[in-house]
């Protein structure tokens, strides 16, 4: 019995993860298009207005969720009543953190000595409103396991916000095409989770039933915030010592690096956070699971990053224009720390989904006493220095993350490294590949043709060496997708 559900689980797991993979790899392809657009569009300093006008005003956005929609997965049991004052409670949350963006604005320009700001976060404070709205539907959908809807709600509110970027970028409106495509996004996929959902509240509220989901959910948002003080660390200390020009190349050069980890992560994440909470008895399966999570993380992230680490000198210039030189050396260096970054993703979603929300503290609280100070100490280096706190630092905290994470849920490193092993000597093999290319073709043809012949070709030798390796798998997931798994 315990087999046969594990084996609906597993389905249940690869169709979900197939349909936000289709969803979210279309819309992820759109949105690379457009921030290469918007940006040639768009100045650095641009880039730098929006990071100084997020740096507090991201942390209200993670304050509102409060870890609620976590709690309503994890659940063993839910009832409605529960459900709809989770509902009423996070809109207060929201509402409280909307209009705190008035103050907030301008201690932003006060700390970060950037008056334009002021209006910048105003205005912003308008998406809690609407990111409260969608906690209930968007988790009842992912606590059903609904991962197709989910991710068409995703992608139809990215893809209207791309249309607006791109509109109020090419009307000249500067750092408001960022802010504007924020607000749209928040709406449509709001609106968007509320109709596939096909939930509304009802009209009642009772503290006591949304304080049993904050006592899960506070430890989580703690950690968060801990997450928050050191991801931000790095714009804080930057934001005060540089130009905003300046500050935009380091803002653009991570939030590019970053790209593999903040999409496709949250993907399997979101998949799997569901799947970890139902197993959460069982230590054996949430191993395995995490082992083909940690696969699947491995085959997709590694060779973008490492893909962008040995193309960035072409890619920048190419893609974005010569004023986006400066950051080159840094996106690269970005691009390597998100290797590690990346397979340790998901270590901060099975800790809570087995029932432990406050190990994550733990490990935030190491992070964020040594990433704002290795921040600190590089900054007036300069721009090239400020990447070696995520590269050096951040690397050997996720390690450790990682082997703790191991050794908790009782899986041995040797079957960890067996899992990740095709990824890494894939990316191996095509990363020599790149280079052997660019030392050959370096005089018989411009950047540009380099950069697409390198990437195409540089593909195809990695899906050849995935399959040489990953052939079983790959068929079996194929056959899984296709509702034939046995």
């Avoid at 740096?55 to 409060?66: E, K, N, P, S």
């Avoid at 992912?142 to 009307?171: H, M, Q």
């Avoid at 950069?451 to 399959?467: E, K």
Wanted: net charge positive; aromatic share 12%; proline share 4%.
């Amino acid at each position: 019995m315990a087999e046969d559900k594990n084996q609906g689980l597993n389905y249940g797991i690869v169709k979900g993860v197939s349909w936000m993979a289709l969803f979210t790899y279309t819309t992820q392809a759109l949105s690379w298009v457009v921030t290469i657009f918007v940006a040639r569009v768009l100045s650095p300093r641009d880039y730098g207005l929006m990071g100084l006008a997020t740096i507090f005003i991201g942390y209200a956005d993670m304050l509102a969720d409060l870890g609620l929609g976590q709690a309503i997965i994890q659940k063993k049991e839910i009832i409605k009543e529960e459900i709809s004052s989770v509902f009423w409670f996070s809109m207060g949350i929201g509402i409280i953190i909307a209009l705190g963006c008035l103050p907030l604005s301008f201690l932003t320009a006060y700390v970060m000595h950037e008056p334009k700001v002021i209006p910048i976060v105003q205005v912003i404070g308008f998406v809690f409103l609407f990111s409260s709205m969608r906690i209930v539907p968007s988790s009842l959908l992912k606590r059903k396991l609904d991962f197709k809807n989910a991710a068409i709600c995703e992608s139809i509110g990215t893809v209207f916000s791309l249309v607006v970027v791109i509109t109020a970028a090419l009307l000249g409106a500067g750092v408001w095409a960022l802010v504007f495509s924020q607000i749209s996004r928040a709406i449509v996929s709001a609106m968007a989770y509320f109709f596939m959902s096909r939930w509304l509240p009802q009209f009642t509220f009772n503290f006591a039933n949304a304080k049993a989901f904050l006592n899960f959910g506070i430890p989580l948002t703690l950690g968060r915030t801990l997450s928050y003080i050191q991801a931000k660390s790095g714009t804080f200390f930057a934001g005060r010592a540089w130009m905003s020009a300046t500050l935009g190349l380091y803002s653009l050069a991570k939030e590019l690096a970053q790209i593999p980890t903040d999409r496709i992560t949250p993907l399997i994440n979101n998949v799997c956070f569901p799947a970890f909470s139902k197993l959460q008895d069982d230590i054996k399966g949430i191993g395995l699971l995490y082992l083909r999570a940690s696969k699947i993380t491995s085959l997709l992230v590694v060779p973008i990053c490492l893909g962008g680490a040995c193309l960035g000198d072409l890619l920048i210039p190419v893609m974005l224009g010569a004023k986006w030189e400066p950051m080159i050396f840094i996106f690269q260096l970005f691009c390597i720390s998100e290797i590690a970054n990346g397979l340790n993703a998901i270590n901060g979603f099975i800790h809570p989904a087995a029932g432990y929300p406050k190990r994550n503290l733990f490990y935030q609280a190491i992070c964020v006493l040594a990433m704002p100070i290795s921040f600190a100490l590089v900054v007036p280096y300069g721009l090239n220095a400020i990447a070696y706190p995520a590269l050096v630092t951040g690397t050997v905290l996720s390690l450790g993350w990682i082997f703790y994470t191991l050794y908790t849920f009782k899986i041995r490193i040797a079957d960890y490294a067996g899992h990740l092993k095709s990824a890494i000597i894939s990316c191996a093999v095509m990363a020599l590949w790149i280079l052997l290319f660019r030392l050959v073709s370096a005089d018989h043809f411009t950047k540009l043709q380099i950069l697409i012949i390198a990437t195409v070709t540089a593909s195809m030798v990695y899906g050849a060496c995935v399959w040489f390796f990953e052939r079983e798998f790959i068929l079996k997931v194929m056959s899984m997708v296709r509702g034939r798994a046995e």
